[in-house]
Structure formats: C-alpha cells, structure tokens
C-alpha cells in the first residue's frame, strides 16, 4: 500500500478520535501482517460511524481487507486543508464527504475515477446524483440524497404557506428561521433567487427578495449551526425555517413537520454524499468495500436512521421522510443541484454582503 506503512495504518487506527478507547474499531480489526489490504477511511462520528460499524461487519465476513476509521473534525471540508497540506502524501484512501466537497477534491484532481466494472451497484444510481469531472469521468459513490428545504411547524402554522412569496405576509413577521450564506453553501440566497426568476450565477433577485422579507421583519433568527436550528424551531418562537434535512428531522422527532419540497415557482435543493476514492491508495481494495456499501440493502440500513434519503431506487427511506425526497422520475421536475464549485467562489463575498446588507435590516425590522 502505497500511502500507508503499517505502523500508520495502527496508528491512525488507534490515535487521534480515541477510537481503541471508545471501541470504534471492531475486535481483529488489526489483523496479522499477512492480511492482503489496508484502508483507512475517514467518515463522520455520530449516526454515520454507527451504521458504518454495523456494514463493515457485515463486509468482513467475505473481505480480508483490514479498515481502520478517522473522524471528521469539524465540517467536512477541513479535510481538504489536512490533505492539501501533505499531498502527495495522504494516509487516507477512502473518504466520506459531500457535494461541495468533492468538487474541491476534483479541483485539485486528488480522485480516482470509479472504477465501475468493481463498483457495479453506480449503475443504479441515479446519474443526477453522481459527480463528474470535466472529462465525464464519474468520481463519486453517493451514498446518501441530503437536502436544504422549506418547512413549517404544522402545531404552530396550521394553515401553512403555499409559495415562498406568502412569507411576505403579516402574519409571518419574526417568525423566519433562516443560515447564514456560509451555512448551506448559499443555497437560501439560490432558493429565493429561483423563487423571482434566477439562479445561483444570478443572484440579485434572490438578494432583492431577501431584503424584502428583512426589511419587513420576518426573519426572526439567524442561525449558525444544526443545534441552533433544532434549539430555534423547539423554541416555539419560529414556525417557518430553511435548513438542511438534518436539522429538520431532529425537529421532526418531537414536533409536526411539513416540507415544502414541490412548490410552484422553486423547486428543492439535493445534495449527495458517499465515498471516494483517492490517488495512492489500494484500488481494487477500495472500491469493493465502497460498492459493498452501495448495495441496495446496506443503502436502506445506511440511511434509515441519519435523516437522509438512500440513493438507491429499491432502498426504502425512513417512513418519517420519505416523503421528502424525489423518485427518479421526479427529480427533473422538483430537484435543483446546484452549482457548488461556482458557490464555493462566491461564498466569501456573499458573507460580507450579508453582514452588510441583511443583518442590519434584521435588526431594524
């Protein structure tokens, strides 16, 4: 293995996360120093590491190929800064990231395109889920559909809202619980520029709509974080929100939720994530445990309790959203995928005008 020598395969499989200690690493993990492969793969704590446990068990029944987990510290993107730091010379193989991240990784063509005749179950997946580089060359396994959506407390809002224009409206005033644009990529910026007519690469009519519901004030917080978003919707002070679908299905839990995910005049933001495989490490090793979780019954398990929606057709969603996300045949009527790459250029200077712009409104309204 090009990229790891085994003693920093164990100790990154002992070190750092605590994982020996807190048993993140399931018992033979080590194996003998004849075992054939070594990954370590890098995967979110929380629901994500959990399942991922359950369906590596269930893979090394049949592989001998030895796995060890880092965690993500932070947000998903700071592994980009760890590998850009040592690049050419990452330890990691496998990583589990999402859109925008994946497109950083393309950028900076870290990616191994899959290899489809070991990763047989992409075939199913829809191709709108799947990220490309410019060549064409598939660089993603999605694991999980993920989404940014308009919502509402049904005890709160009885009535609910039929567009997003309705927000206007009297009755909605502090009652808005909306990200930052560094908070989902922009995407509230992208929604309400859909809602008058344009797109992320033109924006000022979604800025121009923003304003109005500030200046109006509607927007009655501005959140920064999952449990700011959980901590504001439970409050009761805040019946409308747009947020990820994490957010939402931990709201979900405790209160009536319903998704605005087919309204007239916008449509619903998807997002993906999965694996994906990077340069130097073992291939063939690589891909068979990605393909192995790609398949459509560790998808279902995968997914059934993180709040995201399977990537696989035959895979069934947790029944609490299943109603949230598209089958294939919807996705060209109610999906939007953005574009992220573009977004992630944009993304400083959107903050500053939000800071400029919009959080003195808030204030005043």
Sequence with gaps: MSSMTRRTFTRAALAGSGLAATGLLAPGLISPAS??????????????????????????????TQVAWELHSGGAAAVVAKIKATWPNTQYNVLSVWDPVFRA?????WLVPVDESIVTNLASIPDQFIQKNDKGQKMSIPLSTAGAFWGYREDLLPGGFDTIEDLLRPEFKGKLCV?????LTGLLIVSCALQR??????????????????????????CTSNSEYINAMASGQYSVGF?????????????????KNKMPGNKTFLYNEGFCVLKGAPQKAAFEF???????????????????????????????????????????TYAYFADFAYLG?????????????????????
Excluded: C, H
């Design 35 to 64: 075992a054939a492969e070594r990954l370590l793969v890098v995967q979110w704590g929380a629901g994500w590491i959990e399942v991922s446990k359950q369906i590596l068990a269930m893979y090394q029944k049949t592989s001998d």
């Design 105 to 109: 990784m393309i950028t900076e063509d």
């Design 179 to 183: 990200p930052y644009p560094i908070n």
């Design 197 to 222: 007519g344009g797109n992320e690469k033109n924006a000022e009519a979604g800025w121009d709509f923003i304003k109005e519901l500030a200046a109006k004030g509607q927007i009655g917080e501005i």
């Design 243 to 259: 947020w990820n679908n994490g957010g939402w299905f931990a709201t979900a839990k405790n209160f009536p939720v319903k998704i």
């Design 290 to 332: 990605a393909n192995f979780f790609a398949d459509p019954k560790m998808n279902e398990l995968y997914n059934m309790n993180l709040g995201s929606g399977p990537t696989q057709p035959d895979a069934k969603a947790n029944p609490m959203l299943e109603s949230w996300y598209f089958k294939p045949d919807e996705l060209e």
């Design 345 to 365: 250029k944009v993304m400083n200077e959107w903050n500053a005008r939000w800071e400029r712009e919009i959080v003195p409104l808030v204030r005043r309204g």
